[in-house]
Structures are given as structure tokens and as C-alpha cells.
């Protein structure tokens, strides 16, 4: 269920040009710092459902790509 809080989050993200505007002004450095932005929109999930969301993720739409922060699920 956290793990779809995660996917549901990502989708949202690549819908919504404001919410990608705000994250990337937040400019999250790590995983835990995307999770804690997440959160402050509410969607809860745990950093280890969101490096598996950001893995496994597929693009729907041209616009608002979210390669970039694919480099967060790397590990360290």
C-alpha cells in the first residue's frame, strides 16, 4: 500500500508542471529529502517504497519527465 502512495506521488509529479516546479525549487540532494517532500504533500511512504517507484517507473506523458531524479534510487 506505501509502495502505491509512492507510484500514485510519482504520477501526480509528472501530471503537475506546479508540483515539479516546488520539488525542484526544493531541490532534494538524497532520497530522504524527495520522501520528505512527498510527505509535506501528503503522500506517506517510506524511502525504500520510493527508490523501488522511481526504479520501476514509466513515463505516461511527454512532458514532465522525471528521469532525473531516477539518480536518487541509486544506491550509494
Known amino acids: 500500500m506505501v509502495l502505491d502512495t509512492a ?6 509529479l509528472e501530471r503537475e508542471e506546479t508540483l515539479r516546479t516546488q520539488l525542484y525549487i526544493s531541490n532534494p540532494k538524497d532520497i530522504a529529502t524527495f520522501v520528505q517532500f512527498a510527505h509535506g504533500k501528503g503522500f506517506v511512504t517510506t524511502v525504500e517504497d520510493m ?3 522511481l526504479t520501476e517507473f514509466k513515463p505516461k506523458l511527454k512532458t514532465g519527465n522525471l528521469e532525473s531524479l531516477k539518480q536518487l534510487a541509486a544506491p550509494k
Not at 507510484?7 to 501526480?12: D, G, M, V
Open 51 to 53: 527508490q523501488t517507484a
Open 7 to 12: 507510484r500514485k506521488f510519482l504520477e501526480r
